[in-house]
Structures are given as C-alpha cells and as structure tokens.
C-alpha cells in the first residue's frame, strides 16, 4: 500500500458481495482509504442518499430489476454533481455510450479494475474544482444581490423583489406598502470621524432595522444611508405604526467611536402599493418625494406620499430636475456663456472690460434652459456644491486658454452652499494650477442675501480666496433691508447693482436716487460698481452719468456660449 492514503466515502451499487470485496481490495491497494455501504435496490439506494453524503457512487450495471440507468437517475436527482461510475462485468458499447450521455463519468470492465483507482481520483479531483467553482458562483450571485457592506439586500435584488410584489398586487387586488428611509445627520459622523467609522455606524443600524420588520417584509441598503423596506399585505395605517418603530429605535440608537458618541435620526416617506401603482420606478421616485418632504418637515419624521397632494406634486417635478442635473454634471450637458461688462469710465470707457460666466443647460432637444429653471432643485436637493465646482473647472480652464493680461477678468458665480465648503479653497487653488490661472483674473460673484444669510463664514470664504489674489463682487446689491450696513465688513472688490433699480432709471427719481446713493457709498468704499439689466444706450449714457463703473446687460452684449469664441467643452464633470 502507497505510504500515504486518500479518505474515500463510496456508496456500492452492487448485488454481489464478493464484487464489491474485490473492488475495495483494489482500492485499497490503490491507495485509498475507503468508507463504504453497499446498496442493491432502489428503495435502499435512496435511503443511503438521504442518510449522509457521498464523495462517489459506483454501480453495477446490470442487477435483478435495477440496473444502471436506474442508479444514475436517482443519484443525479439527489445530487447531479455527485460522479457516478460503472463497474460492470459485461456492458455492450451502445449503453455503455448512452450511460456517459446521461451523465455517468465512466465505465470500467471487472476484469480491468486497475482503471478505477485513477479514475476515482480525478473524480475526486474534479469535484474539488467543482465545488470551489459553485462556491465561488454562490459568493458572486450573493454579492450581486446582497450590499456588501450591511448584508442586506441591494438596489438589484430589492428592485426585483418591488416588481414581483407590483405583479401580485395587480393580478391579485392585493394591497403592500413600502418605506423609504434616509438618516439625518449621518455625514456628521464621516466627516468627524472618517468613513471607517460611518461604515461600521451602518452596519449596526441594519440590524437596529431589521429588528422591527416582519419576517416576510424586504429590507434592502439603496446605497448611502438610503434604505428600503417592502411590507407585504401591509396597510398605509399599520405601514406607519412600523415606519414609527423604526423611527423610534434608530432615534434611541447609539454609536460610539473612539470614545465620541453619536445618535441619528432617520425621516421616512411610505408610498401604497396596489394595482394602479405604477411602474417600480414610479413607487420609489414617490417614496423619495415623500421621504425628503419629511426631512423638510423638520427631519426624524414620517410622510406618507398621496397622489393629490400639491406640495408632493410639486416635488415630483423637481426630483425629475435632479436626475437631469445629475445628467448634466456627468453627461455633458451644462455649457459655459458669457456675457460682456462694458467699461463707462477712465482709459477704458466704451470699451469691454470683463465677463461673466454664466450656467446654461441643453435640454434634450437641444434648446438652452436658463437656471432659473433648474437651480431652485439643485439648492432643495443639495447639488449646488457638484455644479459650483463643475463652473469653477470648467470657467478655470477657459480662462487658462483664453484670458488675457492686465486687469481683464472673468467673474464666476457661487452660490451659498459653497459658503460651508472649507474644501473649496483648495479646490480653486488646484485648478488654478492645473489650468495656469492668475488670481487676479478671477471674481467670485456671491449674492448680497447669501453673504448676509451666512455672514461669518461669507466673510471666512471671501478672505481665504483674497488672500491668494481672487477678487469678490457682491451681486444683486440694494436688495437686503440693511446692505449699506455690511460694506464695512464684506470683504469685496466691486458691488453689482439690483437690476430692479436700473430698469426704470431714466423714469422713476426713487430709483435713480438709489443708483447714485449706492455709487457713492461704494466710492467711498473703495469699491467697483456694476449696474446689472442695463438694455439700451440710454441707459448707459444716464449711468455714466451718475458715474457708474461698469454695465451689463443687453444693451451691452447678449450672453452667447463660449463655444463661440473657439472654446470647445468637453463633456464630463469637475474632478
């Protein structure tokens, strides 16, 4: 016998016993150190199948009222990778080649049995291959169905489970509901503590939610800290009690990470399920409407989404604006305009002094959208950072290749999300780098209600980017009850004028007597004036007058894309 051995579980189909004590005396010589029982009918050979499990099955082929064919069957309907492999004294060529067709993995003749120690063992080699490669299937059909970090079900798995509820609920009148679930407050612990820790603050919430929830409900991680959870034959009313609990256990919830303690809360949007539904999409886009409508209800709170609802209407249209900025950012369908700023005083009056960058979207059919339209989303729905950093890059990288010297500018918008954004600076900086920017030849334009709305940090971020070179201009100025009150503080090189006060200049003294009231103050400042909506010549030359620095408006020039000027935009978003 070989020094070493290799441990074999074989199930005999054998009716003779003598054979089946000839073929374990060949394998033992072979070297394999055997465990067996030997079977000689259906019923026992069934029996031994479902007792424990087999590495190897070898049969007889022919036996009184079973044969073969028969073993195989019920070996492979218990288990069709378990190798099956004849050993027959007399087999014709014609079923020995149907046998391999129906999936036996050999035949060996009794008077040739030193085939079957080697063919054993590749047997047994290839079931290790076997079972590695359906583990490793089962792992990647999991993970293909299953969030990696929390264990729950994914976005994949809970969309398939969504369509397969909605196919019920119309062929069955059957009634489901679903919550949609967002924490409040979770990017306080990545931001304070790294995404190490948010990870791991996720995974002991799934279990905090999955302890409320219905054995047959389906909780599933969307991505993020979004969460889903279907509740099967689930009224709205018994839908809120559950949304309740949840709210409850998460808000009691504790999370404690290198000694700091945190809590979140969670706001939670619940949408029927029934036959006149919609698609799947439509239920989750309805959800989301109705979670972020309680986060705007003071967050840690429950909102159930009804069709007739106004405000929910509403915020259906602008969930449809934020997948289309989202687009937009990514896609290739924002585009930089400028619009020119005529000089009205000293060398360079008549002359253009400077440029705006302005925000424009192409809509599907290739029509330009004004901001207005899509803007009001994007500040309700957080995408006001992406776009402010996809201008900054993309009017950064203009002025790179087009920008000349001297006092020539170009001013960029910032809207107050950018306020809080202590990355930002160093965003600025890089870019400038990255596209041979001088400071000087930027302006930041951040309106007068934004910088008085978030005074202190406005006047923190406007220092930061001054101190590398950057200029500052106060847009919309004249609009806020007391904005004489913070020239003194706001650090800004020039202040635009409200358009509402310059449309009617040349007919209504109130607004003239703002103008030149503004001019003045500003002067004395040491400031720059910008008058805004400036549309004919007539009012240039009244505004000159008074001694305004600058005008912009259609009277000066209309905003044309700076595609037009040679530029071209490449389609993808900020780095």
């Not at 409850?248 to 504790?254: N, P, Q, S, T």
């Not at 700091?260 to 989750?284: E, H, M, Q, R």
């Not at 890059?393 to 306020?419: C, D, P, R, T, V």
């Not at 449309?503 to 001019?519: G, K, Q, S, T």
């Amino acid at each position: 016998m070989p020094p070493t051995t290799t441990p074999v579980n074989l199930l005999f189909v054998e009716d003779v016993e003598d054979d089946a004590l000839l073929i374990l005396r060949e394998l033992r010589q072979g070297g394999l150190r055997v465990q067996h029982q030997r079977v000689d009918s259906r019923q026992t050979l069934e029996v031994a199948l479902a007792e424990q499990s087999w590495d190897i099955v070898v049969t007889d082929h022919n036996m009184p009222g079973f044969d073969s064919a028969a073993a195989l069957e019920i070996a492979h309907h218990h288990d069709p990778d378990l190798p099956v492999i004849i050993v027959s004294g007399s087999i014709g060529e014609e079923a020995a080649v149907e046998a391999m067709r129906r999936g036996a993995k050999d035949y060996i003749m009794k008077d040739n049995l030193r085939r079957l120690v080697p063919a054993i063992r590749r047997e047994l080699d290839d079931a290790g291959a076997r079972q590695a490669r359906r583990h490793a299937e089962e792992t990647m059909q999991h993970l293909a169905l299953h969030d990696a970090l929390t264990g729950l079900s994914n976005r994949a798995s809970f969309l398939r489970a969504l369509d397969e509820l909605l196919d019920r609920a119309r062929g069955q009148n059957t009634h489901h509901s679903l919550l949609f679930l967002d924490l409040d407050q979770f990017k306080v612990v990545n931001d304070t503590c790294g995404h190490l820790a948010g990870d791991e603050m996720l995974k002991q919430l799934a279990g905090v939610l999955q302890r409320p929830v219905r054995a047959n409900d389906h909780l599933a991680r969307l991505g993020g800290d979004e969460f889903c959870i279907l509740l099967e034959t689930c009224s709205l009313e018994r839908a809120r009690e559950i949304a309740e609990a949840l709210r409850i256990a998460v808000h009691e919830f504790r999370f404690v990470w290198n000694g700091k303690l945190f809590s979140v809360g969670v706001s939670i949007g619940i949408v029927g399920i029934d036959g006149d539904s919609g698609s799947a999409n439509d239920i989750l886009s309805a959800a989301d409407i109705a979670c972020y409508a309680a986060k705007d209800h003071g967050r840690d709170a429950i909102q159930v989404y009804e069709r007739d609802d106004l405000d929910l209407t509403r915020r259906r249209g602008e969930m449809h604006w934020v997948s289309r900025i989202d687009d937009a950012l990514h896609g290739g369908h924002f585009q930089l305009w400028r619009q020119p700023i005529l000089s009205l005083a000293g060398e360079d009056n008549g002359c253009i002094h400077h440029y705006e960058l302005l925000l424009r979207m192409v809509d599907k059919d290739g029509s330009i959208l004004l901001p207005g339209s899509f803007l009001p989303a994007a500040e309700r729905y957080d995408r006001m950072r992406d776009i402010d950093r996809w201008v900054v890059n993309k009017a950064l990288e203009y002025i790179g290749q087009f920008g000349e010297s001297g006092e020539q500018f170009h001013a960029i918008n910032l809207s107050g999300a950018s306020m809080g954004d202590a990355s930002l600076r160093e965003f600025v900086s890089s870019r400038m780098a990255v596209h041979g920017v001088a400071p000087r030849s930027v302006c930041f334009e951040i309106t007068e209600t934004v910088a008085i709305a978030n005074f202190k940090a406005a006047v923190e971020f406007m220092d930061n980017l001054r101190q590398i070179g950057c200029r500052f201009a106060l847009d919309d100025f004249g609009s806020g009850l007391s904005s004489f009150a913070y020239l003194k503080s706001l650090p800004v090189d020039l202040i635009k004028i409200d358009g509402k006060f310059i449309r009617n200049l040349r007919h209504d003294p109130m607004d003239r007597a703002i103008v030149e009231a503004i001019h003045r103050v500003a002067h004395v400042a040491d400031l720059l004036t910008v008058a805004e909506f400036v549309e004919d010549a007539e009012l240039i030359e009244i505004l000159r007058a008074i001694g305004v620095d600058f005008a912009q408006g259609y009277g000066v020039g209309k905003p044309e894309p700076v595609a037009a000027y040679g530029w071209r935009q490449v389609a993808n978003g900020a780095p």
